[in-house]
C-alpha cells in the first residue's frame, strides 16, 4: 500500500494542522488563476500569431514562464483533485472524471489547499469552476468561502470586488475560469446536436465560430483562419488503446473520421476567440489587482487544468497523452521575486503536484509530508533548486505516460499495441511510434523502469 493510503488508514481522524508562523505583513497573497481545456501554446507569447492573448502575455513578460508544465492527469475531474490535494489521481483509484467516489475520497477535504492555508491565517476564497470529486465539490468543505458559482464574467466582476475590499489578512483567491472549455461542444453538436450536451452549448460557442464582419467564405479560410497543425495526421504505430478511446465518445470518432479539413481549421478558429475571451476576463482580475496596490504584494500563479489537442492527430478534446492535451500554461509572477520574463524550458514540472507546494513555499507554510511534488519557487527565483526529477509521470484512463524531457514513453492497458515511445527532439509533432525501432531499443527499456518506479510508489 502506498505512503498516502497508509496515511489515511492509520490516521484517518488526524487533521493535517500546517505548521506556520502567525499571521505576518511579509507574507504575500496569493491568487490562482485557473482557465480550462487551454494548451500551452494557446497563448500569443508562445509565438502563436492566431490570437491575441495581452492579459497572459503580460504575466509572462513579468513573471516565469514554464515550458515543460503538464497537468497531473488531462481530463477534468482528476486534474483538479491532484492540484487541491496534491496527489496523483491514482493513488485513490482515480482515472476519469466518472471514476466512483470512494472511502478515501471522503477524507480527502480535511487536507486539502484551502484548510492548509486557512490554518495559516489566510483567507481563502474560491470563485467559478470546481468540478472536484465527491465531497470535495463542496469547495467549502475544502476550506473555502465560495465567493461566486459563475465561471464567466460574473466571476471577474467577483473578483474585482473582492480585491477592491480592505483585507486585514492574506488571501489565497482562486479564480477558476471554465473557457476555452466550450469548445468541447462543436464536435459534440457535430455529431448529434439533438443530444442532451448539445443542446446545452454556451452562445459564446456560437459567437467564436463566426466569421469577421464582411469576411467572405474564401477570403476567411485564405486569410483570417488557422491552418492546419503540421502533425494534422495520426501518428504512424498509434497504439490501439487511442482508437478505442475514440469509440467510447462516438462523437470523437466521428469528427476524426467525418469532418473536413474546413471543420476542424473553423474549430482552430473558435478555439483562439473562446481563448481571447478568458484572456480578458483574466485582464480585469489583474486590472483590479494593480488598482488596488496589491500588486507587488501578490504572487499570481496562472495554469489551466489540462489542453485540448486542438486538431492535432484529427481528435480534439482531451484526455491522450499528446503534447496539446497534456502540456499547460504555467506562470508564476512575483514583482521584484520571480524573474521577469524568464523562461524555463529544462525542469519538468506538474500543475498537478507541484502547485501545493509552491503556494506552501510563498505563505511559509510547510505542506504535508507525504506529498510527492515539488515547490517552484526557487526554480522561478533563480535559485537552487538541488537535484530536480529526472521524469515526470502523467495518468489517463487508458493508460500511464513517463516524460524525461526529450522523450515521452506510455505503457496503456489494453491493445495488442499498448507502447508508444517518442522522441520530440527528431519528432516533435509525435507523428511516430520508436517504441518498435530497434535503434531506440535500449532508450525504451530505459522508460519502462521509469513507468516501473513511477507506478510501484502509487500501487500496493
Not at 493510503?5 to 484517518?12: A, G, I, K, M
Request: a negative charge; charged letters at 25%; aromatic letters at 8%.
Amino acid at each position: 500500500m502506498n505512503r498516502f493510503l497508509t496515511v489515511l488508514v492509520l490516521v484517518s481522524c488526524l487533521v493535517f494542522v500546517a505548521t506556520a508562523p502567525s499571521v505576518a505583513a511579509d507574507r504575500p497573497n496569493l491568487l490562482l488563476i485557473i482557465t480550462d481545456q487551454q494548451h500551452a501554446g494557446m497563448m500569443s507569447c508562445t509565438g502563436n500569431r492566431w490570437l491575441k492573448t495581452p492579459a497572459m502575455d503580460e504575466l509572462a513578460r513579468t513573471g516565469v514562464r514554464f515550458e515543460r508544465a503538464y497537468a497531473a492527469n488531462p481530463v477534468c475531474v482528476p486534474s483538479r483533485f491532484s492540484m487541491f490535494s496534491g496527489f496523483y489521481p491514482s493513488s485513490i483509484g482515480m482515472r476519469h472524471n466518472g471514476s466512483k467516489v470512494t472511502e478515501v475520497v471522503e477524507r480527502m477535504p480535511e487536507r486539502a489547499m484551502g484548510w492548509l492555508l486557512r490554518r495559516a491565517g489566510y483567507q481563502t476564497v474560491y470563485g467559478g469552476k470546481v468540478h472536484l470529486p465527491g465531497p470535495m465539490a463542496d469547495i467549502t468543505r475544502c476550506g473555502f468561502d465560495r465567493l461566486t458559482p459563475d465561471q464567466r464574467d460574473g466571476l471577474a466582476d467577483a473578483c474585482v470586488e473582492f480585491l477592491g475590499r480592505q483585507h486585514d489578512k492574506p488571501f489565497l483567491l482562486v479564480a477558476s475560469f471554465i473557457n476555452p472549455h466550450d469548445i468541447c461542444y462543436m464536435a459534440i453538436r457535430a455529431h448529434n446536436a439533438e443530444s442532451g450536451l448539445g443542446r446545452a452549448a454556451p452562445p459564446p460557442l456560437f459567437e467564436a465560430m463566426k466569421f469577421p464582419d464582411g469576411v467572405s467564405v474564401e477570403d476567411f479560410y485564405a486569410r483570417h483562419c488557422p491552418p492546419l497543425p503540421e502533425n494534422f495526421e495520426p501518428t504512424v504505430g498509434e497504439p490501439d488503446a487511442i482508437g478505442g478511446l475514440l469509440d467510447l465518445r462516438a462523437f470523437r470518432r466521428y469528427v476524426r473520421d467525418n469532418w473536413t479539413e474546413q471543420d476542424w481549421r473553423l474549430h482552430r478558429w473558435a478555439y483562439c476567440r473562446l481563448t481571447e475571451r478568458v484572456d480578458a476576463q483574466i485582464g480585469r482580475v489583474l486590472k483590479a489587482l494593480g488598482e488596488n496596490g496589491l500588486e507587488k504584494d501578490t504572487v499570481v500563479v496562472f495554469t489551466s487544468d489540462h489542453g485540448d489537442m486542438d486538431a492535432a492527430h484529427r481528435i480534439e478534446h482531451k484526455t491522450t497523452f499528446y503534447e496539446e492535451a497534456t502540456r499547460v500554461p504555467l506562470i508564476i509572477r512575483y514583482p521584484g521575486r520571480a524573474k521577469a520574463g524568464q523562461v524555463d524550458r529544462e525542469h519538468l514540472v506538474s500543475s498537478g503536484i507541484d502547485l501545493i507546494p509552491t503556494l506552501c513555499d510563498y505563505a511559509g507554510v510547510a505542506p504535508p509530508e507525504d506529498l510527492e511534488g515539488r515547490s517552484l519557487r526557487p526554480l522561478a527565483e533563480g535559485r537552487e533548486a538541488g537535484p530536480w526529477r529526472e521524469s515526470l509521470l502523467v495518468e489517463n484512463e487508458i493508460g500511464f505516460m513517463v516524460h524525461t524531457g526529450r522523450y515521452k514513453y506510455r505503457r496503456y492497458d489494453t491493445g495488442e499495441n499498448r507502447e508508444m515511445l517518442n522522441d520530440l527532439q527528431v519528432d516533435p509533432g509525435e507523428m511516430k511510434n520508436f517504441a518498435g525501432d530497434p535503434a531506440y531499443e535500449k532508450i525504451l527499456e530505459e522508460h519502462r523502469r521509469y513507468m516501473d518506479s513511477h507506478l510501484g510508489v502509487r500501487r500496493p
